[in-house]
T-cell receptor, first 109, second 115 residues
Framework: DAKTTQPPSMDCAEGRAANLPCNHSTISGNEYVYWYRQIHSQGPQYIIHGLKNNETNEMASLIITEDRKSSTLILPHATLRDTAVYYCIVPNYGQNFVFGPGTRLSVLP | GAGVSQSPSNKVTEKGKDVELRCDPISGHTALYWYRQSLGQGLEFLIYFQGNSAPDKSGLPSDRFSAERTGGSVSTLTIQRTQQEDSAVYLC?????????????FGEGSRLTVL
């Protein structure tokens, strides 16, 4: 897998946007960027993925830089229920998903 | 079923016993993964099956761990001669297509406690 680097932890005020960065400088042209999150005691939950273009769904937006060496997951209006560990993953095609330590996001009231 | 199903949801065993954990992936998903998560720790990759290819066993921590996937569907993770450090939640995930836009769908996990 292309190596990803994320900050170990972040805080965000409730109702504000949470911007979670991820560096993946060794990404190759056909590799996707995936984001998952894990809320305490639950299995990981898929959030969003993208290749080159920015993506948006009901949960979040994914902004990928033009050189694809980094991306940012945006939760537009964070709630207390968004407190979780967020994982950025770049799996090689046909290879496995390896989860790093992720970013522990704490949404504060 | 609609999602990934794992059984048992909870297993308590004595040190030295063998255990089997089962994963029933989403129908039609060609990729299947096993992870484990110890208390307060991140997800540790164990093994990955993709179609008829040889599985990637690079994450199995010792030869006491093995897994098989019969008929490209159900998978069983076997832990022989369990040790207390094997206590963890064992998570299974499946995907229709890896690396090219396929997302992982996780089961609820099997919590193993070795006394």
């Amino acid at each position: 897998d292309a190596k990803t680097t994320q900050p170990p932890s972040m805080d965000c005020a409730e109702g504000r946007a949470a911007n979670l960065p991820c560096n993946h400088s060794t990404i190759s042209g056909n590799e996707y960027v995936y984001w998952y999150r894990q809320i305490h005691s639950q299995g990981p939950q898929y959030i969003i993925h993208g290749l080159k273009n920015n993506e948006t769904n009901e949960m979040a937006s994914l902004i990928i830089t033009e050189d694809r060496k980094s991306s940012t997951l945006i939760l537009p209006h964070a709630t207390l229920r968004d407190t979780a560990v967020y994982y950025c993953i770049v799996p090689n095609y046909g290879q496995n998903f390896v989860f790093g330590p992720g970013t522990r996001l704490s949404v504060l009231p | 079923g609609a999602g990934v199903s794992q059984s048992p949801s909870n297993k308590v065993t004595e040190k030295g016993k063998d255990v089997e954990l089962r994963c029933d992936p989403i129908s039609g998903h060609t990729a299947l993964y096993w992870y484990r998560q110890s208390l307060g720790q991140g997800l540790e990759f164990l093994i990955y099956f993709q179609g008829n290819s040889a599985p990637d066993k690079s994450g199995l921590p010792s030869d006491r761990f093995s897994a098989e996937r019969t008929g490209g569907s159900v998978s069983t993770l076997t832990i022989q001669r369990t040790q207390q450090e094997d206590s963890a939640v064992y998570l299974c995930a499946s995907s229709s297509q890896t690396g090219r836009g396929g997302e992982l769908f996780f089961g609820e996990g099997s919590r193993l406690t070795v006394l």
